[in-house]
Nanobody, 127 residues
Framework: EVQLQASGGGLVETGGSLRLSCAAS????????IAWFRQAPGKEREGVSA???????YIADFAKGRFTISSGGARNTVTLQMNSLKPEDTGLYSC?????????????????????WGRGTQVTVSS
């Protein structure tokens, strides 16, 4: 069974930083993608960032220059470093994963369905 546990959310002032972590377990395929999505109340869920097993990464335009995704540390841990946070970054950040038969770049993965989802961690940026 695939398990995804997100952590690191919290309350931060505008311009502050947070580091989100996604601990993944149970993935069996050699090719996979792990991504962060966020959703604010009354708004649709949107992709934030992703990393693929081929080493490629994806960063949404609104996050470029501010957010960085990496898979350093534990092999099953993906980290999203968020700097220069803005109030519009507020939302529930969820970690998701999907597996592929064949290498899939992170950017392409964002157009596909993610089959496994974690509970999510709340990020709140005050004005």
């Amino acid at each position: 069974e695939v398990q995804l546990q997100a952590s690191g959310g919290g309350l931060v002032e505008t311009g502050g930083s947070l580091r989100l972590s996604c601990a993944a377990s149970g993935l069996k395929f050699d090719d996979y993608a792990i991504a962060w999505f966020r959703q604010a109340p009354g708004k649709e869920r949107e992709g934030v960032s992703a990393v693929s097993s081929d080493g490629s990464t994806y960063i949404a335009d609104f996050a470029k220059g501010r957010f960085t995704i990496s898979s350093g540390g534990a092999r099953n841990t993906v980290t999203l470093q968020m700097n220069s946070l803005k109030p519009e970054d507020t939302g529930l950040y969820s970690c998701a994963a999907t597996e592929y038969f064949g290498t899939t770049p992170a950017a392409e993965a964002m157009s596909h369905s993610f089959y496994y989802w974690g509970r999510g961690t709340q990020v709140t940026v005050s004005s």
